[in-house]
Structure formats: C-alpha cells, structure tokens
C-alpha cells in the first residue's frame, strides 16, 4: 500500500514512513533484549554454529550417535547470508537497510545486521509486525 502511495504521488513519503516504523519496531526489541539482559546471549547464538555429524557404515548402519561437535563462530559471510534470509522474510523493502544506516556502529559493522536477523527470528516480533502491517494498511 505505501508504494502504491507513493507511486501515484498521493502520499510521496509513505514507503519512508513505513519503513522508520519498522526500524523503530527493531530498535525497540534490541532496547528491550538489553534491559532484560537477554542480547548478549542471543547475539552469541547467532554468531555460533554447531556442527552436527552422523556416520554410517557400508551397510547404511550408524556407526555413532549422532555426534554434536564444538560450536563454530560465524564469519561475516555467515551473518551476512543470515540477514539476507532475515530481509527477504521482511519483503526485501530495504528494511534491514535502513535500520543499518539509522544505528550502524562503526566499530562492529555487523552488529545492525544481527539486530535485524534477532528481530526476525522471534515469532512474537513477526506476529507484531504482522498485525502492524494489517492495522497500518487499512
């Protein structure tokens, strides 16, 4: 609907509008993670991977029990296939952009892209965001 606004010039600064509520949307859901002291704990389970290994013998017998190795950290490369999964589940709109250019820390230039990848994979935020969507639209 905001493109539709703001193709048709009705309403020029829609998809911008829509887009800061959303950002706002993140930036408070990073803001509350950190007062309840669950950001830290949820960045690390981005930043992290386990390895999970089967093996089999000749006869398609496992041989082991299914073994869970060592976490692994991510490379940038990682975060960054993650935030593209987390802005195409944001209808690529330029979202998780537009968060970054707002609150990118120079220091860790990957930490906006978490932000966004948190935010999406938390069921409630989607539901929220959903129902934002429904209620803004209308």
């Known amino acids: 609907m905001a493109h539709l606004l703001s193709m048709s010039r009705l309403h020029r600064e829609a998809i911008r509008e829509v887009q800061d509520e ?8 990073v803001d509350d993670l950190k007062a ?3 950001y830290d704990e949820l960045v690390q389970q981005v930043k992290q991977f386990k390895l999970a290994t089967q093996i089999f013998d000749a006869f398609g017998e496992t041989v082991d029990n299914y073994l869970v190795h060592d976490m692994f950290t ?21 979202i998780g952009m537009a968060y970054g250019n707002k609150y990118m820390d120079m220091e860790d230039i990957t930490a906006f892209k978490v932000d966004v990848i948190l935010f999406v ?3 409630d935020c ?13």
């Open 22 to 29: 959303i950002v706002q949307m993140i930036r408070g859901y």
């Open 126 to 138: 989607m539901n929220r965001l959903h129902k934002y969507a429904e209620t803004r639209c209308k």
């Open 121 to 123: 994979a938390d069921e």
């Open 36 to 38: 309840k002291d669950k």
């Open 74 to 94: 991510t490379t940038d490369t990682d975060i960054e296939r993650q935030f593209q999964i987390a802005d195409t589940k944001l209808g690529r709109e330029g």
